[in-house]
Nanobody
Framework: QVQLVESGGGLVQPGGSLRLSCVAS????????MGWYRQAPGKERELVAA???????NYADSVKGRFTISRENAKNTVYLEMNSLKPEDTAVYYC??????????????WGQGTQVTVSS
């Protein structure tokens, strides 16, 4: 069994910063890609940023230059540093991991989500 647990969401004023963390645990053999998605009310879930085990990171155009994704492979942890936050960044943020379990099964796993609200 695999679990992803996010932390770090909250309420912040426009222009402020937040740092999200996500730890993956359980029967993990290796993680290919870790990423962050978000879903605002009435909208579809969208990719915010992703970081593969090898290769370049990927960002949504709307967050380029403001958000930074990073990863600590030894801790199965991914971070999302969010700066210059805007009201339109308000959403539930979900951690995602594409990984192989110890039974050599490949799949996508999701965290429970953490609310980010940008408001004055």
């Amino acid at each position: 069994q695999v679990q992803l647990v996010e932390s770090g969401g909250g309420l912040v004023q426009p222009g402020g910063s937040l740092r999200l963390s996500c730890v993956a645990s359980g029967s993990i053999f290796s993680i290919n890609v870790m990423g962050w998605y978000r879903q605002a009310p009435g909208k579809e879930r969208e990719l915010v940023a992703a970081v593969p085990s090898v290769g370049s990171t990927n960002y949504a155009d709307s967050v380029k230059g403001r958000f930074t994704i990073s990863r600590e492979n030894a801790k199965n942890t991914v971070y999302l540093e969010m700066n210059s936050l805007k009201p339109e960044d308000t959403a539930v943020y979900y951690c995602n991991a594409n990984l192989y379990t110890t039974k050599w099964q490949l799949g996508d796993y999701w965290g429970q989500g953490t609310q980010v609200t940008v408001s004055s």
